[in-house]
């Protein structure tokens, strides 16, 4: 016969194990214990989460589309001053200087530039003339094909047949044939000036960019426009990107024009959770234009504070002793990491410049180009523009056809507009060298007494600036780091 005690604990345990099987019953998953017990949020909190989510869409889409808008925003800007048309090739004859707001541009070359609509031409041959330095992209900046040493003409020039991305048709001989995956095709060439009596010689490498011809594939001779060289030199131009919320106009427009393949359909579904979606009216709520332009003014801080903080790889430093950084961070023209696409660092990229190519990125021996990139002094202090600076540059820059030294506003890649119009130095200058070949050049608002005239690059007071050193035909000295250029020291 069992005992009391024996009765007291079976029963004990028999609630035990009942308070157990409840327990079971009313535990709940991670997921509905995280979320508000299982219940729907109250409707502010959703809607506050809803108008978060379209803040975020909208940020990502801009870091995504912001190579498409840089170029939207030099031909919008180019087209105002100097008319649209396939035959129209602005050229900036007497090189292009801080009046012009376009991010990093050359001073050191002469640009052409021009934005071609394959919808509305068909295919179009360009004739490319000899030795330019130049690049198709289509609208994201995304190379279709190298021009000159690096293209498939080798410097000799040639006939380039531009497709659209829907062309089925059969592709003639005799070109060297590439279908744009967008309509858009911008046409980027370069040509290299002389050493003239007191300084660059801007004039033959103008009369090389005007060989330049763009014509319809299936145009006859007597309906080809006649092309028109107009010069962009000394004007007042704004090429920029929008700051405001004509940047959403602008990308509507754009994604409405290209074809659905120009764009994958993971980012077209960003796009379209901002309102964006090809073929329909884009009219966002008065809360989703507030939203939209706290985007366009802070992705750009975001974008500033990936450039001013550095990457954590380190990828981005050139050298192990000096300052200067490669502005594509190691990655491919194309902007791939080993393992992926480096979004970030193309965002940085496109803030402040526009245009890559393989020849900008690839160590092509004598034929290439590399830009060292310093935003900071040799302290690892900012480069300020209230401050001078002095330059080294060794004997001997590896650079076949020229090399040039050029300051720039961090913000947006401008030129700094001072009274010194040409923020820039080049091999074709009549800079003052050492005995043992070197250079110094000095930075600051104002020439510092040590300076020669001739190797001074003004800056603006009260504002942080970069300097680049651009390094045309580049040679294995740089590549093997044998000839590096000095940090930007503090004149005392």
């Known amino acids: 016969m069992k005992s009391k005690a024996t009765f007291v604990t ?36 959703a809607e506050s989460l809803l108008d978060e989510l379209f803040y975020q869409r909208a940020i990502h889409a801009y870091f995504t589309m912001q190579p498409a808008l840089n170029v939207i925003g030099m031909r919008d800007g180019s087209e105002a001053e100097f008319g649209a048309g396939y035959n129209v090739l602005p050229i900036w004859k007497d090189r292009m200087d801080s009046r012009a707001w376009v991010p990093t541009p050359n001073a050191d070359v ?16 360009v004739a490319a003339p000899p030795n330019v330095i130049g690049m198709f992209t289509d609208f994201f900046q995304r190379t279709i094909t190298d021009v000159g040493a690096i293209g498939p003409d080798r410097a000799r020039g040639g006939l380039y047949l531009l497709l659209p991305p829907d062309y089925d048709g059969e592709v ?9 995956p967008t309509y858009n095709v911008f046409l980027f060439f ?20 005007e060989q330049t ?18 010069n962009g030199s000394g004007k007042r131009i704004n090429m920029m990107y929008p700051v405001d919320n004509t940047y959403w106009t602008k990308l509507k427009e754009f994604v409405d024009y ?12 960003v796009l379209a959770s901002i309102g964006i979606i090809k073929g329909q009216a884009f009219q966002p709520t008065e809360k989703q234009q507030e939203l939209l332009k706290k985007a366009v003014e802070t992705a750009p801080k ?32 194309e902007w791939l990491q080993d393992s992926y696409l480096d979004v970030n660092q193309r965002a940085t990229y496109f803030q402040v410049a526009y245009s890559s190519a393989p020849a900008m990125v690839m160590r092509t021996l004598d034929a290439g180009s590399k830009y060292p990139t310093t935003l900071r002094d040799a302290d690892g202090d900012f480069l300020d523009g209230s401050k001078a600076y002095k330059l080294h540059l060794p004997p001997n820059p590896p650079a076949k056809l020229f090399w040039a030294v050029t300051a720039y506003n961090i913000t947006d890649g401008t030129m700094p507009e001072a009274a010194q119009l040409l923020p820039s130095i080049n091999a074709f200058n009549k800079v003052e060298t050492n005995q043992d070949g070197s250079i110094d050049l000095w930075f600051g608002p104002q020439k510092p007494a040590e300076a020669p005239e001739a190797n001074w690059i003004q800056t603006v007071e009260g504002r942080n600036f970069l300097a680049t050193v651009r390094l045309y035909g580049t040679g294995t000295e740089f590549f093997d780091q044998t000839w590096k250029p000095d940090d930007l020291v503090k004149v005392k």
């Open 258 to 269: 290209e074809p659905v393949s120009a764009i994958d359909p993971e980012l077209r579904g």
């Open 213 to 230: 011809r763009i014509y319809p594939l299936s145009g006859s001779e007597k309906d080809i426009k006649p092309m028109e060289f107009p």
């Open 302 to 333: 975001m974008i500033m504070a990936l450039r001013q903080t550095g990457r954590p790889d380190g990828r981005n430093k050139y050298y192990t002793d000096r300052q200067y950084e490669n502005v594509w961070g190691g990655a491919t023209a």
């Open 110 to 125: 002469i640009y052409s530039m021009n934005y071609l609509d394959l919808k509305e031409t068909g295919p179009l041959v």
């Open 172 to 180: 003639p001989k005799g070109y060297f044939a590439f279908k744009s």
């Open 10 to 45: 079976a029963a004990l345990a028999s609630v035990l194990s009942l308070s157990s099987v409840l327990a079971q019953e009313t535990a709940a998953p991670p997921l509905v214990e995280q979320i508000n017990k299982g219940k729907w949020l109250e409707q502010a909190e």
């Open 190 to 209: 370069r040509t290299i000036m002389t050493k003239g009596e007191n300084g660059p010689d801007p004039n033959p490498a103008v009369a090389l960019a």
